[in-house]
């Protein structure tokens, strides 16, 4: 297995801008988690998954956040629009829970916003 | 919800020296807490973890104990190696397969 796999590794973009960041999550993995780093705030839970199903989402920061798992191989995290404040590191992971007893969380390379 | 803090926020050691990071949770019901190192621009990547029904468990230099009476758990490395410099997460899982994760410490061994 190719692991969890996240695009694109790198994005730069000016505020105000859309920006999209994609994750596909291991093959039958249940659960899918965005994770949002910084240097300031840490890893913060934003949004998770349970067989597709937003489960919760009290982590996203505010309405120009959004997700969405069309299907068990595929998720999205959208910003909309994009701000300064939202440069970090994003990180997808996924698990399901008979990994999380035995392997825990599986993250993806993780995808390097910059807003300017 | 599941609270998790995480001391000390950076540790220094001499190369050869052991290195300890501690753990407080606030929900008795969790049952299973992973730890975690980032390399700098890498992945969290699961280096070893513990189920509340367990009290210690090594793996080679590393280890990590819990007691849960008072809600705590730690990782210790020891004989510390340069290539163990990096950032270390403790986490604890809230409900379902929900993580909670600590602050993290940034650990650097000295050569």
């Known amino acids: 297995d190719a692991g969890v796999i996240q695009s694109p590794r790198h994005e730069v973009t000016e505020m105000g801008q859309e920006v999209t960041l994609r994750c596909k999550p291991i093959?039958?993995?249940?659960?899918l988690f965005w994770y949002r780093q910084t240097m300031m705030r840490g890893l913060e839970l934003l949004i998770y998954f349970n067989n597709n199903v937003p489960i919760d989402d009290s982590g996203m920061p505010e309405d120009r956040f959004s997700a969405k798992m069309p299907n068990a191989s595929f998720s999205t995290l959208k910003i909309q629009p994009s701000e300064p404040r939202d440069s970090a590191v994003y990180f997808c992971?996924?698990?399901?829970?008979?990994?999380?007893?035995?392997?825990?969380?599986?993250f993806g390379s993780g995808t390097r916003l910059t807003v300017v | 919800g599941e609270n998790v803090e995480q001391h000390p926020s950076t540790l220094s050691v001499q190369e050869g020296d052991s290195a300890v990071i501690k753990c407080t949770y606030s929900d008795s019901a969790s049952n299973y807490f992973p730890w975690y190192k980032q390399e700098l621009g890498k992945r969290p990547q699961l280096i070893i973890d513990?189920?509340?029904?367990?009290g210690e468990k090594k793996d080679q230099r590393i280890a990590v104990t819990l007691n849960k009476t008072a809600k705590h758990f730690s990782l210790h490395i020891t004989e510390t190696q340069p290539e163990d410099s990096a950032v270390y997460f403790c986490a604890a899982v809230e409900y379902g397969n929900k993580l909670v994760f600590g602050a993290g410490t940034i650990l650097r061994v000295k050569s």
């Open positions: 513990i189920r509340s029904n367990v």
């Open positions: 093959s039958g993995h249940n659960s």
């Open positions: 992971a996924s698990s399901s829970r008979v990994e999380l007893a035995n392997y825990g969380y599986t």
